[in-house]
Nanobody, 121 residues
Framework: QVQLVQSGGGLVQPGGSLRLSCAAS????????MNWYRQVPGKQRELVAT???????IYADSVKGRFTISRDNAKNTMYLQMNSLKPEDTAVYYC???????????????WGQGTQVTVSS
């Protein structure tokens, strides 16, 4: 059984910083692509950032230059460093990872539980 556990959300003032973590645990053989999404009530879930197994990164235009996605493969953990936060960054943030379990023949997507990020004005 694999699960992703998120941490690091909270309340921050505009211009502030926050770091989110997403730790995978369980019978993991390998983790390929990892992603951060965010969602606001009434809006479509938005892909914020992607990091490949080779640490190639892709960012949404709305966060480019402010957010940094990274991963620590030894810890099965990825991070989202969020700087220069804006009120429009307020959302529930979700991590997703494509994971091969030990002994499995193909990978599957796994989702974290989500964490609230609130940027006050």
């Amino acid at each position: 059984q694999v699960q992703l556990v998120q941490s690091g959300g909270g309340l921050v003032q505009p211009g502030g910083s926050l770091r989110l973590s997403c730790a995978a645990s369980g019978s993991i053989f390998s983790i390929l692509t990892m992603n951060w999404y965010r969602q606001v009530p009434g809006k479509q879930r938005e892909l914020v950032a992607t990091i490949s197994s080779g640490s190639t990164t892709i960012y949404a235009d709305s966060v480019k230059g402010r957010f940094t996605i990274s991963r620590d493969n030894a810890k099965n953990t990825m991070y989202l460093q969020m700087n220069s936060l804006k009120p429009e960054d307020t959302a529930v943030y979700y991590c997703k990872a494509y994971i091969f379990t030990s002994g499995g023949t193909r990978g599957s997507d796994y989702w974290g539980q989500g964490t609230q990020v609130t940027v006050s004005s």
